[in-house]
């Protein structure tokens, strides 16, 4: 089966470190983008970035640039996010997701990671 | 940054109403838009890409219309579990953005 297995949810206390994961599988995960979605409490869906396990070729959205690292192991077909000080702002659903090209479409979504940032 | 517009951020129709969705992109972006549908609690699905390509196993009952700036999505007959919120997404180039989504509800 085609799928994107996250990893769990994640409650945390600001300035705190955090690095979530997102493995593929049944397919080549070294042939295709996996982006990360944000959703926050109650509101839409933003774009933070995607990188290319083949590569690591990695691009981002401005508006997360500089806020979050994305990153890549193609040896166990797994890609990342992470965080190095985590802000109460960041407290949101995350989502991996698989395009069909650079910036296209997703058809594959992981089932999401809560992000909880608490004092 | 090309921004997408959603409207209306909200609709409330009865079961068997053909609903219909706007999304207007603020330039032109050809037909490359794609539609999801996120139930609540649960993980965003993809209904529609290239502006009118239903994405296989989706019901017949949806479909996309639209090229440039403005795109709709319509439901011909809605049912009960139609009741999602609805977002566009354009993906001609960076950023692929979401349009602010729509929620569709039964009245």
Do not use: H
């Amino acid at each position: 089966e085609v799928q994107l297995v996250q990893s769990g949810a994640e409650v945390k206390k600001p300035g705190e470190s955090l690095k979530i994961s997102c493995k593929g599988s049944g397919y080549s995960f070294t042939s295709y983008w996996i982006g990360w979605v944000r959703q926050m409490p109650g509101k839409g869906l933003e774009w933070m970035g995607i990188i290319y396990p083949g590569d690591s070729d990695t691009r981002y959205s401005p508006s997360f640039q500089g806020q979050v690292t994305i990153s890549a192991d193609k040896s166990i077909s797994t890609a990342y996010l992470q965080w190095s000080s985590l802000k109460a702002s960041d407290t949101a659903m995350y989502y991996c997701v698989r395009p069909l090209g650079q910036f296209r479409y997703f058809d594959l979504w992981g089932r999401g990671t809560l992000v909880t940032v608490s004092s | 940054d090309i921004q997408m517009t959603q409207s209306p951020s909200s609709l409330s129709a009865s079961v068997g109403d053909r609903v219909t969705i706007t999304c207007r992109a603020s330039q032109g972006i050809s037909n490359y838009l794609a539609w999801y549908q996120q139930k609540p609690g649960k993980v965003p699905k993809l209904l529609i890409y290239a502006a009118s390509t239903l994405q296989s196993g989706v019901p017949s009952r949806f479909s996309g219309s639209g090229s440039g700036t403005d795109f709709t999505l319509t439901i011909s007959s809605l049912q009960p579990e139609d009741v999602a919120t609805y977002y566009c997404q354009k993906y001609n180039s960076a950023p692929p953005s979401f349009g602010g989504g729509t929620k569709v509800e039964i009245k």
